[in-house]
T-cell receptor, first 112, second 114 residues
């Protein structure tokens, strides 16, 4: 069964620190992997989209990595800010059905 | 350019009532979809459309109807609301299904069914 699993479920860090969120998937055939940021009470907003051939992609202080062989991805946040407090959702697109499989998200809280 | 808009933002229904959640996009996107988001679960696809006049079921379609008469609008109808439909509903749109087309989400509708 196609699944996307994220860890940790929640994370608390101090402002200015770095953190890394993990995403493991079993989706096959693979099309692409996306990371979204979802602020409380808002819709998800795209951070990065990565295809099979891309290992790393950055969007400001957000850097996503993809290892298609091990079916793992990570999202690294550098020099965290209070505004980074949100849920981060990993989504994998199935190349056969074009359907998106969503992870349950990692809830990040950045403290001053 | 408003992106994806949804109305209402909040709604409370009684069991058995019907209602329509509105969704509109102004980006001329062919692909539109409805998701529900429940605590502890990933977003789940309810219905989707690949263009005007074309709709299909997603993962959890029971109790919901959709139609797509224009490219811009994709309303979601609850036929007879049940407490199990209490959820946050998101509409999304993208240029296409295939490839790396970015998917844009609306702000959501928080629905409570009593």
């Amino acid at each position: 069964k196609n699944q996307v699993e994220q860890s940790p479920q929640s994370l608390i860090i101090l402002e200015g620190k770095n953190c890394t969120l993990q995403c493991n998937y079993t989706v096959s055939p693979f099309s692409n992997l996306r990371w979204y940021k979802q602020d409380t009470g808002r819709g998800p907003v795209s951070l990065t989209i990565m295809t099979f051939s891309e290992n790393t992609k950055s969007n400001g202080r957000y850097t996503a990595t993809l290892d298609a062989d091990t079916k793992q991805s990570s999202l690294h946040i550098t020099a965290s800010q209070l505004s980074d407090s949100a849920s981060y959702i990993c989504v994998v697109s199935d190349a056969g059905t074009y359907k998106y499989i969503f992870g349950t998200g990692t809830r990040l809280k950045v403290l001053a | 350019n408003a992106g994806v808009t949804q109305t209402p933002k909040f709604q409370v229904l009684k069991t058995g009532q019907s209602m329509t959640l509105q969704c509109a996009q102004d980006m001329n996107h062919e692909y539109m979809s409805w998701y529900r988001q429940d605590p502890g679960m990933g977003l789940r696809l309810i219905h989707y459309s690949v263009g005007a006049g074309i709709t299909d079921q997603g993962e959890v379609p029971n109790g919901y109807n959709v139609s797509r008469s224009t490219t811009e609008d994709f309303p979601l109808r609850l036929l007879s609301a049940a407490p199990s439909q209490t959820s946050v509903y998101f509409c999304a749109s993208s240029y296409s299904l295939a490839g790396v087309s970015e998917q844009f989400f609306g702000p959501g509708t928080r629905l409570t069914v009593l």
